[in-house]
């Protein structure tokens, strides 16, 4: 369910509440994504973390996270929000997001660590070659921060518990230029390996008085 804006500045960063059987409560999706320019090639990551509020039973955590994780995808990749967003969001990271749901819920699940960020850099920035980061854009907020998705999954009974959570999506930006890292050529080693081995055998003539 697409929420307006106000309903997002009126949650507070997790809330729970209990009535009857049904517990509400808050949850956070923060996708990270990005690209990594080298040369002629382009690299793409997609990384994801949640983070849920409290009211969960620790018995049922792993069932409703487990759960929630393909009910948030199926509604942010039905959402005409996300559909039309300008900028568009790239293709590769909407074919990435059912690709991320877990046990977990949605990539990462985290209490106060977040995780998504420095998963995709080390995504970015390994490659087949030693490589040096020229220039990086920083986490930026995608579209930007005008644009709100929260959404309701209705999640039980679970234990004889219904969930009702209210979710954050955020989607953040990232994009590195690399640039290969110069090793030493062949020529240029054999050189330095003639020079070693020339100041060597000065040594050994000099210590034994013997002219090479």
Partial sequence: MKSPLFLLLALPAFCVSASADIIETSAVFNIDFGTATLGASK??????????????????????????????????????????????????????????????????????????????????????TPVVVTSDTGLQHFPDPSYVFTYEDIIGPVSGHTYDVLTNVNFYQDNLQLAATPEPSSLALLTALGAVAFVARKRIAQVTGTNC
């Fill in 43 to 128: 690299t793409t990551g997609v990384t994801a973390e949640t983070s849920v509020g409290s009211g969960i039973a620790p018995a049922d955590l792993s069932t409703v996270l487990s759960d929630l994780g393909p009910g948030i995808i199926n509604q942010v990749l039905a959402d005409p929000l996300v559909l039309t967003a300008v900028p568009s969001f790239p293709s590769f990271v909407l074919s990435a997001l059912a690709g991320l749901e877990s046990a977990n819920g949605l990539g990462f699940s985290y209490q106060g660590v977040e995780l998504a960020l420095p998963a995709l850099l080390t995504l970015l920035e390994t490659q087949s």
